[in-house]
C-alpha cells in the first residue's frame, strides 16, 4: 500500500502550544514534550508510533525525547524514529528539537554503560545512524557515573558539541554536588547545560528537596521534568483499579506494589480537587508544575492521541489559588 504523504497541521503554532525559554539560553521548547521511553519501540506498531508522533507535531509539540535505551527493545524507539524522520518528518526537521542520551547500559562488555568518553561518544554515533540524523539538538549525559573521573564525561560532551553531532548538552539525575561541578566545567568551556533532567511531580519533589532544581536554575539552565504523571499514577488511569495494557499491568516500571490505600485516597483527593477546577486529575498533575516559569517544559508519555489532547489541556489554566495549593499540599504531603 503507497502512504499518503504526511503534511502537517498548517495550524500547528497556532493551536494553543506556549513555548517558553530554557534557562539562559535562546532555544524555546513546548510547555508540553513528548518522551519515547515506553511506547514507541518494537513492541508497538509503527502506525500507532507514526499516529501519536505526527499528532504531537500537529498540536505544536515540536520537542521529542529520546535515548538509546528507549523501546522496548533498546534501540527500538530511535530506530522508529529513523523511519519517522524517512516518512513524515525529514522536510521539517529544523522545526524539530530532537533529544537523545547515553548512561544507562545500552551494550554488552564495559564500554555499552555508564559515563566513560568511550561510551558517550559511540552511544551518539550509533544513535545517529537509528534516527537517521546529522546531529541531534542535545545531547544528555543519562546519569552520573560514580566510577569515572566527572572530568571525562563532561569532556566528552563539550567534545561532542565541538564536532557538530549535537547543537547543546544536559545532564540527567546528576545528585546535587556532581551537578554544581558539572555546571562549572561547562560553562567555563562556553558549552553551558541547557537543560538539566529529573523527575519532579506532586507526588515526587525530590529535585525541590535535594537543592538541585534551584541550582541549576542559579547556574542559568533550563530545567525539564520526566515522569510528570508519575508515569500514570497521577491520571484516571488507576483509580478504578488495573486497566489491562497499563503500564503497571506489565509491571516493568510501574508496580502494582505502588498503588496502596494511603496512595489510591490521595489520588482521589486530588481527581476531586481537579475537577473542580475542572481538569481532569493528569491536566492539574501537569499545571501544578507548569506553573512554575522556572520549569522548561514537562516530558510526558504517551499510548494514545486521546492521552496526549487531554494533557496538552493543562496548558489551559496554569493558576492556582493559595486555597488549592494548600489542599494539594495536604493531600500530598500531610
Ligand atoms: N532521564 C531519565 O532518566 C528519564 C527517566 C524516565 C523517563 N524519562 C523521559 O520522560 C518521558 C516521560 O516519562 P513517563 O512516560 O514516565 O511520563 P508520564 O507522563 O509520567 O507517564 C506516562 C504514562 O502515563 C499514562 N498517561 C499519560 N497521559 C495520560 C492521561 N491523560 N490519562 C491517563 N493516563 C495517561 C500513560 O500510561 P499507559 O501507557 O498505561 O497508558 C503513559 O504511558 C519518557 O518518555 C522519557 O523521555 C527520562
Not at 539562559?24 to 519515547?36: D, E, I, K, M, Q
Not at 557538530?164 to 562556553?190: H, K, N, Q, T, V
Not at 517544559?297 to 496526549?308: D, L, N, Y
Not at 487531554?310 to 489542599?327: K, Q, T, Y
Amino acid at each position: 500500500m503507497i502512504e499518503p504523504p504526511y503534511n502537517p497541521s498548517p495550524s500547528r503554532y497556532d493551536d494553543g502550544m506556549i513555548y517558553r525559554r530554557a534557562g539562559r539560553s535562546g532555544v524555546l521548547l513546548p510547555l508540553v514534550s513528548l518522551g519515547l521511553w515506553q511506547n514507541f519501540g518494537s513492541r508497538q506498531s509503527f502506525s500507532k508510533v507514526c499516529e501519536m508522533a505526527r499528532y504531537a507535531f500537529d498540536r505544536g509539540i515540536v520537542h521529542f525525547d529520546l535515548a538509546n535505551n528507549y523501546g522496548p527493545e533498546y534501540g527500538t524507539a530511535e530506530e522508529n524514529f529513523g523511519r519517522l524522520m524517512e516518512r513524515s518528518f525529514r522536510p521539517y526537521r529544523d522545526e524539530l528539537f530532537i533529544s537523545t542520551k547515553a548512561g544507562y547500559d545500552m551494550w554488552p562488555g564495559p564500554y555499552g554503560n555508564w559515563g566513560s568518553r568511550k561510551y558517550l561518544m559511540a552511544s551518539l554515533d550509533q544513535s545517529l545512524r537509528r534516527m537517521k540524523l546529522d546531529y541531534v539538538d542535545l545531547f544528555y549525559s543519562h546519569r552520573y557515573d560514580p566510577e569515572t573521573p566527572l572530568e571525562e564525561t563532561l569532556q566528552a560532551l563539550v567534545d561532542i558539541v565541538r564536532s557538530g553531532r549535537a547543537l547543546y548538552i544536559g545532564l540527567s539525575r546528576y545528585p546535587l554536588e556532581a551537578a554544581r561541578f558539572a555546571f562549572d566545567y561547562l560553562a567555563a568551556r562556553d558549552v553551558p547545560c541547557l537543560l538539566f533532567q529529573d523527575r519532579y511531580n506532586l507526588l515526587d519533589r525530590a529535585p525541590v528537596e535535594s537543592g538541585v532544581f534551584d541550582l541549576s536554575v542559579a547556574a542559568g539552565s533550563g530545567f525539564i521534568v520526566f515522569s510528570p504523571l508519575a508515569q500514570g499514577l497521577l491520571t484516571n488511569r488507576y483509580l478504578g483499579g488495573i486497566p489491562a495494557g497499563s503500564r503497571m499491568s506489565e509491571g516493568r516500571t510501574l508496580r502494582s506494589e505502588v498503588l496502596d490505600e494511603a496512595t489510591l485516597n490521595r489520588l482521589r483527593g486530588l481527581d476531586d480537587l481537579a475537577r473542580q477546577r475542572g481538569q481532569t486529575l493528569a491536566e492539574m498533575a501537569l499545571s501544578w508544575l507548569l506553573r512554575d516559569e522556572r520549569i522548561s517544559s514537562v516530558i510526558i508519555g504517551a499510548s494514545s492521541t486521546a492521552q496526549i489532547a487531554d494533557n496538552l489541556r493543562a496548558m489551559e489554566n496554569l493558576n492556582f489559588s493559595d486555597d488549592e495549593l494548600a489542599r494539594i499540599e495536604h493531600l500530598t504531603r500531610g
